[in-house]
């Protein structure tokens, strides 16, 4: 007979950090095609319901799941695991700030935008014109000037 554990065993079943930097990435890749989450359900005969709770990191996605959102998004499984690291995620890479800019429809016209950009020296451009935006002590505070 054995002695119960000391120390408690992750429920396998219950969503983590690594689930939300999942769907923050199925999120994303949703929106660079253009796709509503009623499209991408629709596709992978789901309710869109379950789509939002993939993508908040509510629900986990298993693997044969993944491999058919894989092919809808016509991205690799690795794509949806980028930024991960073995105890979760990186901090540099964390599912929260990604998920919360992705809910902000600012971001997602700008994504949209970006992604309709198809010559690669525009896009560094952007980029370095976001990021100089960005570091504005003054945008940053919320104030004109």
């Known amino acids: 007979m054995s002695e119960p554990r000391s120390e408690p065993v992750p429920n396998q079943r219950s969503a983590n950090s690594v689930d939300g930097h999942v769907g923050s990435r199925v999120r994303l890749r949703r929106l660079e095609l ?17 789509v939002q709770k993939y993508e908040r990191g509510t629900n986990r996605i298993g693997a044969s ?34 998920s919360q ?5 600012a971001t997602v016209r700008l994504v949209r935008a970006f992604a309709t950009i198809s010559d690669p020296q ?8 976001i990021e100089a935006i960005a570091e504005t002590p003054a945008l940053k505070n919320g104030t004109d000037g």
Not at 70 to 83: K, W
Not at 122 to 129: F, M, P, R, S, T
């Open 34 to 50: 253009g796709l509503s989450q009623e499209k991408l359900a629709e596709q992978l005969g789901i309710t869109f319901q379950q």
């Open 122 to 129: 525009l896009k560094q451009k952007a980029v370095g014109i």
């Open 65 to 98: 799941r993944l491999h058919q959102i894989a092919i809808v998004l016509q991205a690799p499984i690795t794509y949806f695991f980028e930024g991960a690291t073995d105890a979760g995620i990186s901090r540099v890479n964390d599912a929260t700030p990604l």
């Open 101 to 105: 800019a992705l809910s902000d429809p």
